[in-house]
C-alpha cells in the first residue's frame, strides 16, 4: 500500500490529476485502487532551498517526494515504480523528468499500520534477496536470440568501484565458468509462474517453468557455462556466455567437473531438440 507524499512551492495540480497518479501506480503493482494514496504539499517558497525551484518559474517547478511502500516489494518493482511516477508527474506538471526528485521509504514488518491493525507481514516468507552485480557484459551480441551462441565472444566486466584485478587471481587456471546474471530485459509482466510450451512452440509439451530454462523466470535468473579465453585486469573474455550486451552479472565461478552431476544424466526429447542449435 504506497504512500505518496508530493511537495513543491506550487499549488496542487487537483484531486483529478493526483488520482490519475494513484491510478498509474495501483495498475503497475495490481492492487485494488483504494490501496494507494497520494498526497501534495505546497511549501512556502522562503522556507526552503532546492535551486531548481529558485530559477523556474511559478507554475513549472518539478517537485520532490517520498514513496513510503512495504519492504517486501522487490527491488525491480520500486525501480520501475519510480519511474512510472516520474513519467506520471511529468505528463501532469508539464516539467522535465529528470528534475522531479523520487527517494522510497521501505516499511518493514511491525512498523506500518494499516486500517487499524500493525502489518506483520504479507505471509511470503522473508523480504526479498536483493544481488548487486558484480560486472556486467560488454560486447557481443545486442539482441536476444535463442540460438547460436557458440561462436559469440564478449567480455564480463567487473565493478571496478567494488574489485581490483586480485578478484581474478588464479581464475586464468580454469577453461571455463559459470556465470549467474539477470535476465534484465524480461519486463515484469512476462513473467510465467506455471507450464507453458517450452518457446511457445506448441510441438514440444507443456511443462512447468521450473522444467524448463526459459528466461521468463520468476526471479530472471540465468546461470551459463562458457569458455574462458583469458583474463585482462578486470575484464573476462569469454566464449560461448549467452547473455547480451550490458547484461548485469551477478556471481562468476570457475567450472570443477567434480561439480557435474556424479550419475548418467537423462532429459526429454523435447530438450534434446531445443538444445540441438544453441551453441
Not at 535463442?146 to 577453461?175: N, Q
Not at 511457445?200 to 524448463?212: E, K, R, S, Y
Not at 523466470?217 to 550486451?245: E, F, K, M
Amino acid at each position: 500500500m504506497p504512500v505518496i507524499t508530493l511537495m513543491s512551492p506550487d499549488p496542487s495540480p487537483g484531486g483529478t490529476g493526483l488520482a490519475q497518479v494513484a491510478k498509474a501506480v495501483t495498475g503497475l503493482l495490481r492492487i485494488p485502487a483504494e490501496h494507494c494514496w497520494v498526497t501534495w504539499q505546497q511549501l512556502d517558497a522562503d522556507a526552503s532551498h532546492r535551486p531548481e525551484w529558485q530559477r523556474a518559474a511559478a507554475g513549472s517547478r518539478a517537485p520532490i517526494g517520498f514513496v513510503t511502500c512495504k519492504e517486501t516489494y522487490p527491488q525491480e518493482t520500486v525501480e520501475r515504480l519510480l519511474r512510472l511516477l516520474r513519467d506520471e508527474l511529468s505528463t501532469l506538471l508539464g516539467v522535465p523528468g529528470d528534475e522531479i526528485y523520487l527517494a522510497v521509504h521501505r516499511a518493514v514488518p511491525g512498523e506500518l499500520l494499516i486500517r487499524g491493525d500493525v502489518w506483520a507481514g504479507d505471509g511470503q516468507g522473508p523480504a526479498g534477496v536483493v544481488s548487486v552485480p558484480v560486472g556486467r557484459v560488454v560486447g557481443g551480441r545486442e539482441e536476444v536470440r535463442d540460438d547460436d551462441w557458440g561462436g559469440v565472444k564478449a567480455v564480463i566486466r567487473l565493478d571496478g568501484t567494488r574489485f581490483g584485478p586480485d578478484a581474478l587471481a588464479g581464475l586464468d587456471a580454469f577453461s571455463h565458468l559459470e556465470v549467474v546474471y539477470h535476465f534484465d530485459r524480461v519486463p515484469v509482466e512476462k513473467i510465467e509462474t506455471g507450464a507453458r510450451h517450452p518457446r511457445g512452440n506448441t510441438d514440444w509439451p507443456l511443462v512447468g517453468i521450473f522444467a524448463q530454462r526459459g528466461k521468463n523466470r520468476p526471479n530472471r535468473i540465468g546461470v551459463s557455462r562458457c569458455r574462458l579465453l583469458h583474463t585482462d585486469g578486470l575484464d573476462l573474455h569469454v566464449q560461448g556466455l549467452d547473455a547480451v550486451h550490458d547484461t548485469p552479472v551477478l556471481d562468476i565461478k570457475p567450472y570443477m567437473h567434480e561439480f557435474a552431476p556424479q550419475d548418467p544424466t537423462t532429459q526429454p526429447p523435447w530438450a534434446t531438440d531445443i538444445m540441438r542449435h544453441y551453441y
